[in-house]
């Protein structure tokens, strides 16, 4: 009986454990890095759009003492990526050599634990998350995520790879559903008519600075 009931307990325990889940199909948010020791930070704001597999994402970097201005329009289902840069009216088209990743929890990542952040002693004062490890074997990258267990919106993370060391990334400022439509439409200083063949190429990770 003592054995069928610890059986039962257990049962219970691995069926009440989080499991790994996907962000919201669209907000808007904020985000900072540190990088190398702190030589590389940046703050940057993004529009999240699973939808229509698009993101647009605006950066403020800085390495040691030279400051790096990014806003890039990334459309995944065209294979395409805008750099913009409102100060000089120019843009320019890139053919993406990436594909749409959800923002999700992989569904190979290893549950390490479940806190509060802020304080449960007072109701809307504490923020339930799961934290995860992994590895994503094409990059080499080892990393560990913090998501919101009910919303499912990321929170930070710790991400190492050869090429450049560890990162640490916090998210922060979500806002659900998309604010501002044209953040996904390109100014009208951008091209339209060059052919994707003819196009530079970039990846996903390379234009906004996660990796070299």
Known sequence: MIS???????ALSISAQPRPCEAPAQYVGSMSLSAADGIITSAATYSYDAQRQQIRFRNHMNILNETI????????????????????????????ESTFHPTRVPADAVFIGQVILGT?????????????????AEIQAQYMLTFAEFTCLPISASVFTPSTGWMAISFYNHLLGVHNPQ??????????????QHLPKTHFLKAVGLMR
């Open 4 to 10: 069928l009931f610890l059986v039962f307990i257990s």
């Open 69 to 96: 201005l990014t806003d890039l329009l990334i459309h995944f289902q065209q294979g395409v990526l805008y750099e913009i840069d409102y100060s000089r009216l120019s843009c320019q088209k890139k053919a993406l």
């Open 120 to 136: 449960s002693s007072v109701p809307g004062l504490g923020l339930l998350s799961n934290s995860w490890v992994g590895e994503i």
């Open 183 to 196: 953040d996904f439409t390109p100014p009208f200083f951008c091209p339209t008519s060059l052919q994707d």
